[in-house]
């Protein structure tokens, strides 16, 4: 049986006990939610060294790390240290998204390395096995090879995958009747789009959506019903297509727990500050509470090189609204492959966003650091300040390169530090 199907019967698995140790709650907070369907715990039975990783309501936001290789950048080891670099910064998963070089290999290695939680889009293995292994163009992909590629995926243990299962020629339509600046910015939306106008057929993926379950069921993988029609620009936020597509989603993830397949949702994308709470509260409402993963949401279009800032804002207000899962953006958002600094730099942001959401929710324990570092600050205690901070190593760096005199202040007050001027105004 699936996680979910345990929680339906009132049974508490051991990946519900790892889950609940790790999030501080009781066994059946977590029991209750599965069965509910707004918890999901994200581990394939295949995944033998994974950490099932618990997202929903009433739990710490969760961060993931998209890697992977491209056609101008297949360096596998590159891969791996960005993997490695993920996970030590925090991210609680990783989306290995690669379609250059050695992807087998580079996927395989990512599960076997860490015990994150991973993702990835088996479309892109089915679309590079039809050019290379096949020799035949992405439009001539059979269903079969389609399927294939999901299946060589969860064998590999990959723990939750996107399908872009809400991509119908009735979406479709709705994007053109309407009209979109940016049309699709999703690359497995584009692909299935390109393949369903080729073929002039519906989307494998909705219309064999019975078979889909079948296949992620045996793995218990949690789907991840993904948004390609997610805005790319904020002047195509909340547009029809993206709300058609949403509708589909939730549709499709009644009939996914009826069979007792973990499900969450995937959201936008660009979305303009005003307009967030509203894309949370909508998808909430229409796919009856299952968890949201959402990317980003970038707040702008128009700071490129600061894109994780941008990921950060949005994130924060998507969580504490009540998203579960944020994708991390980097720095290179938009202009190139992300190096190890990169992946660094975006995980940090989420993390923030995602700390700074509990907070505002309420989820428990998330206001205990935060405490514990003001007692520190107070003190002068730097070296617990360094072992809370999110970025330990940056946060010993910027003391380091500053010369500190005999006071034990920061050089921004010295001797005027307003803790040392306190300490003695409340001895008196």
Known sequence: MTQLEYARRGLITEQMQIAAAAEGVPPEFIRDGLAAGTIVICHN????????????????????????????????????????????????????????????????????????????????????DAVRVKKKAIVDMTVDDIFAGIIKH???????ITVHCGVTRSTVDRMKNEGRLMDVVSRGGAF???WMAYNRQENPLFEHFDKLLDITK????????????????LADATDRAQIQELIILGELTQRAQEAGVQ???????HVPLNQ???????????????????????????????????????????????AD???????????????????????????IAAHAADIAK???GAMDKDIQMATCRKKLDWEGQFALALDEDKAREFRANSPVADHGACTMCGEFCAYKVMDDAMKR
Request: hydrophobic residues 40%.
């Open 263 to 269: 499900v969450m949702i995937e959201g936008p994308g």
């Open 362 to 364: 309420g989820v428990r």
């Open 45 to 128: 039975i295949k995944h033998a060294n994974g950490n099932p990783l618990p997202v929903g309501t009433g739990l710490r936001t969760k961060i993931n790390a998209n890697i992977g290789s491209s056609s101008d950048d297949t360096d596998m080891q590159k891969e791996l240290e960005k993997a490695r670099t993920a996970v030590k910064y925090g991210a609680d998963a990783i989306m290995d998204l690669s379609t250059g070089g050695p992807v087998d290999e580079i996927r395989r290695a990512v599960v076997a390395e860490t015990n994150a939680c991973i993702g990835s889009v088996p479309l892109y293995q089915a679309a590079l």
């Open 218 to 233: 045996e793995y218990d993988m949690t789907l991840s019903l993904g948004d390609g029609f997610r805005p790319g620009c």
């Open 325 to 351: 899962f944020l994708c991390y953006v980097t720095p290179s958002e938009h202009l190139r492959l992300p190096d190890v600094q990169d992946v660094r730099d975006g995980v940090i942001a989420s993390r």
């Open 154 to 160: 969860a064998e590999d243990g990959v723990d939750f």
């Open 276 to 322: 967030i709470q509203a894309n949370i509260l909508l998808q909430k409402r229409l796919c009856h509470g299952a968890p949201f993963y959402v990317l980003g949401p970038l707040v702008t279009d128009i700071a490129p090189g600061y894109d994780h800032i941008t990921c950060a804002i949005g994130g924060a207000i998507a969580a504490a609204a009540g």
């Open 192 to 194: 299935t789009i390109e």
